[in-house]
C-alpha cells in the first residue's frame, strides 16, 4: 500500500482552533476533494499499519538469519504479542525496543522499523554491534487496541504506559517476564532500553542524567550524537527523575533492570523521510557509542 499525503490544496479546515498545539488547534470539520475511481481509496489521519501489517514486516525481517521471530504471550482477545530477537540469544548484553502502546501513534511505529532495519543491516557497524549485544524489540505492544482502532486504551480498557507498575495486564506483564527471564537465563543486563511513541512534536523523555544506570550517560551522549550528525536539528529533551511507582516503561526499563532508557516521541506530522533520517542516524550513533562503551565494562 503505498500512502501520499493529501494536498493541502485538496482540503479546508473549519471552525480551526486557536492555539497553536494541542486538541485546542484542531478544526471542527474538514472538507476534502478527492479523486476517486475503480480501484479503492483508502483515506487515513496516518497510514493504517494494523496488526497483519506489522506481522508481515516482522515476518520479512525474520528471513535474515540472525533475526527469529516468537510469540511471547497473547492480548486479552488473543492476538499474539510478537517479539523479534536480533543477534546471539545467549548474549548477556542485551537492549530492548517497544512501540505502539497507544494504537494510534503511528510516526512512533514508522520510527521504530527504521531503527531496528538499521540495526539488523549488513553494515561493517551492524555486524559488529550484534557480536556484542542482542536486540529484542516488540513492535506492537497493543494488537487489540490497533486493529480495533482504540485511541489510548487496550482491550482490558487500560493505558499499558500506566500498568508498569502493576502488570495488571497480559502485554505489559508478557514484556516483564520475557525480560526477567531472560536475565535470569543469561545472567547478563539490559544496558539500553526505548519505547517509540507519537505525540504533537517530536520530543525526547529521558531520566535525569544524574541517575545512572548500566550505562552511565548513555542516553545525553546518544542525542549530542544525534544532534551532532543532523545539521540544525536541537533535540527537544525532557529528563525526569521521579521514577517510582515505575508506572510507564522507560521507569521500568530504568529502576529494576539498570538500563538507560528513555521514551522517544515522535511528532505526528514529522515529514516521513525525516523519520527515516533520524532512526538510521540514531541507530548508529546509539551502536558506535554503546560498542565504544561496552569495553569499559569487565
Ligand atoms: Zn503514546
Redesign the pocket.
Known sequence: MHWTALDSLRYVEIGKGEKAFGPGSLPEKVKMRLEVGPDTLWVAGQELENSARVNAWMDSISQKKFVTKNTIGKSREGRNLNLLSIGDTDSKNMIMIISR??PP?VT?YLTMKSFVETLSSNTKLAKKFRKEFTIYVVPLMNPDGVDNGFW?HNTGGIDL?RDWANFNQPETSAVKDFMEGMVEKTQGKFYFGI?F???WDDIYYTVDPELHGNMPNLVSTWLDGLKKRIEGYDPNIKPNGDLVPTTVSRNYFFVKHGAEAL?F?VGDNTPRDFLKEKAEKGAEALMEIMLERIKDIP
Open positions: 502502546q497507544h501513534e512512533g489510548r504506559n519505547d511513541h507519537s505525540t521514551v516521541e
